[in-house]
């Protein structure tokens, strides 16, 4: 497995690599749910590029850009078994070199839910990738259903912009208990990590009642709520159940497909999960 550092070593890199080339985005930290991406890459590309950059601009000014976890060496190791071919890890300066000007926004999406949470994520995010997209040039992009606005927000300005990359929306990986993996879920007490699995036990339980009958926006919501706020230690930034393009909140009976999704902080520690009600 290759490493490389700076644009040019990877462009150098791409122009040897066979087609069709995918790339796995990640900010490290990697899990289960990292790997399934690098494995779903590797069974579809003959080149398999994963990225690792800890992205300062999709990081507020009070989030945890200083403390997320790193590990550089583990990281590599786990890419290599999972059967990535290479792996870019660019500093900041070679991502966002001095002077550089160029910020890539998505009006509407990208302002809901974890945007009015979070302001300034999805330019973060959008600016990024597109970079990454023409750093290496893939055909392919792995991305997780675990961040389902992210990955609306790319698959829009992907088609918005004509980048001829082939995004590839990946199922969320979970624990035993239904917690979605996350690279924050080490920052949880024991205590939180208790209560943490209300998140995808609420979602759950609307998702059955949706196919038992259900369709009350309201009362779907409520089903999630229900689980969360019996746990002393979460507080509810929003609960979402959403028009999966438009992001439009939905009220009255509902016909699916719709995104129902939610952000939970656990004291610092903030938690995001979905589902999609009326798939296929
Ligand atoms: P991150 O390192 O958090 O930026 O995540 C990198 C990629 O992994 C993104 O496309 C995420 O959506 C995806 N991802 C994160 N957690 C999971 C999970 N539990 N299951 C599947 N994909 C995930």
Known sequence: MQVVRTVAALRALRGQASSPVGLVPTMGALHDGHLSLVKRAREQCATVIASLFVNPAQFGPNEDFDRYPRDEARDLALFEQAGADAVFMPSVEEMYPPGDATVVTLTGISERLEGSHRPGHFDGVATVV??????????????????????????????????????????????????????????LSEQQRAQAPSLSRGLLRARDAFASGLCDAGLLRGLVREQVDAQPLAEIDYISLAHPETLDELDGAIEGPALLSLAVRFGATRLIDNVVLGEH
């Open 130 to 187: 597109t970079r990454l997209f023409n750093q290496v040039q893939p055909d392919r992009a792995y991305f997780g259903q675990k961040d389902a606005q992210q990955l609306l927000v790319i698959r829009t300005l992907t088609r918005d912009l004509h980048l001829p990359v082939e995004i590839v929306g990946c199922p969320t990986v979970r624990e035993a208990d239904g917690l979605a993996l996350s690279s924050r879920n080490v920052y």
